[in-house]
């Protein structure tokens, strides 16, 4: 069975998912020092399980389910309260390729939907929060995801339709809040 | 044909790509040929594009990759690569027949004299600890020079009372070293507190666990003040092992001095003299 260090691209891989990890790592933690933290730990796990069987040889996926756990033994000794989980201008993020346009109507509107679409994010309940990231910022299908969060496919899909409806409404009260003071 | 209920229960599914041969072409032909249910589809395909679009992207800090490409680079060590493995298995098989009698000899005679045992796995871990922190794989997680401030922060993170030994306060010693903050490290399932101190610009660790998690063994042991010390030399660091009022305490160092001399250059001018006595050379 193939392992997740035996092959000489697993350094290389391996490095591939720093991002995708840091921003997973920002998802659970919402503080940018444990964040960091958190990553580092997933990798020095990593590299002392790296003749472990990878789940599906799914490198990615593996990372990921060391993260979960390593931020699971976390919190299970330390019973942090709400925290506030901001995406401030300090965080590195990537723009969308459509902001090119020279219309600045056009850019305030984009910007303006990003702002809500990210608000929208940060204030949805931690699992749910998780989910939505795992699927439609990492795109990972609901079978990786189940070996992430470590539970049945069925509770993939309908946790998924839960944060959905959520982030659907907050966007929809969001919107018209908007129309009334716009 | 299935009815729209039927369909729009199976096109999260089908938006998320999660539905294959038949199962997808049978929505995909509904979707072409209701007005309704394409709609839906638009709709839903318009909200997930919003989401994905405009979802924060998070970039790994410079500084961070750095320090994970350093951490994966020290892989190439612990993970040979397979077509090593083919020749060196067969090999160290045969070094492992030869040398077996000599572990069971080994086995047995620290059975019967513990004293001349090798490093425990408490030791080696807070020499680890040490190495990493060291390199600035272990960041602290809060920085305090007050012992008080290390046991509150402590309180509900382990399940122990982190009380620092406090020889230097107690004693009336000159400040020879300060310290600098703590952490958590991972050690048999569970958490260990890691206290870093610095001593003349070097960095000395202590880690401590509950006496039920973790004994002290092997090393160069000796006695003093009713409490036993084990020294072990581990990677270039000394690592001094103890326990004391139900916790395990492993101290470690790369001071130059050998074994137990290493203690008295912490606790040389210490009003304890029957605590160092012992440690020096007679």
């Known amino acids: 069975m193939e392992t997740a260090g035996e092959n000489s691209g697993f350094e290389t891989a391996a490095l591939e998912h720093v991002d995708a990890l840091y921003g997973y790592a920002m998802t659970l933690t919402r503080d940018k020092s444990e964040a960091e933290d958190l990553v580092q730990e997933t990798y020095l796990r990593a590299v002392r399980a790296a003749n472990q069987p990878a789940p599906e040889g799914n490198l990615k996926a593996w990372l990921f389910v060391i993260m979960r756990n390593a931020w699971l033994n976390v919190m299970r000794h330390k019973h942090n309260g709400l925290r506030i989980f901001e995406f401030d201008g300090d965080e590195q993020t990537s723009g969308t390729a459509n902001d090119a346009t020279s219309n600045p109507h056009v850019v305030y509107l984009r910007k303006l939907e990003r702002q809500q679409v990210r608000d929208a994010i940060a204030e949805l309940p931690d699992a749910y929060r998780e989910i939505v990231l795992l699927r439609d910022i990492e795109g990972f299908s609901y079978q990786e995801i189940a070996t992430v969060l470590n539970c049945p496919a069925g509770t993939v899909m309908s946790r998924l339709g839960r944060a959905r409806g959520k982030l659907r409404e907050a966007l929809s009260v969001r919107q018209k809040v908007q129309r009334l003071h716009g | ?282």
Request: a neutral charge.
């Open chain 2, 1 to 282: 044909m299935k009815n729209c209920e039927e369909i729009r229960e199976r096109l999260a599914l089908y938006l998320d790509n999660e539905l294959q041969g038949d199962e997808r072409a049978t929505v995909e032909a509904h979707v072409q040929s209701c007005f309704s249910c394409a709609a839906f589809v638009e709709k839903e395909r318009a909200f997930l594009n919003a989401i994905r679009g405009n979802a924060p992207v998070h970039t790994a800090s410079p500084a961070l990759q750095t320090k994970v490409k350093e951490i994966v680079s020290g892989s190439k060590e612990a993970s040979p690569q397979h077509s090593r493995l083919k020749w060196i298995l067969p090999v160290a098989a045969a070094i492992l027949v030869l040398i077996l009698p000599v572990i069971v000899w080994r086995v047995v005679r620290q059975y019967n004299h513990p004293e001349n045992g090798t490093a425990s796995g408490f030791a080696l871990m807070a020499a680890e600890s040490h190495l990493r922190h060291s390199r600035g794989q272990l960041p602290l997680e809060m920085e305090t020079t007050h012992p008080q401030d290390i046991s509150a922060w402590f309180a509900n993170k382990v399940n122990f009372n982190v009380k620092l030994p406090s020889y230097q306060e107690s004693s009336g010693q000159e400040k020879l070293y300060t310290l600098e903050g703590a952490r958590l490290v991972g050690y048999q399932n569970d958490y260990a507190a890691y206290v870093a101190y610095r001593m003349k610009d070097r960095p000395i660790s202590l880690v401590i666990t509950s006496d039920s998690v973790a004994r002290p063994s092997g090393g160069e042991q000796i006695a003093s003040r009713g409490l036993r010390f084990h020294f072990n030399a581990i990677d270039g660091l000394k690592v001094i092992t103890w326990s004391d009022r139900g916790l395990t305490y492993a101290l470690v160092s790369d001071l130059d001095e050998r074994g137990q001399q290493s203690c008295i250059v912490c606790h040389e001018g210490t009003k304890d003299r029957d605590f160092i006595e012992p440690l020096k050379p007679h």
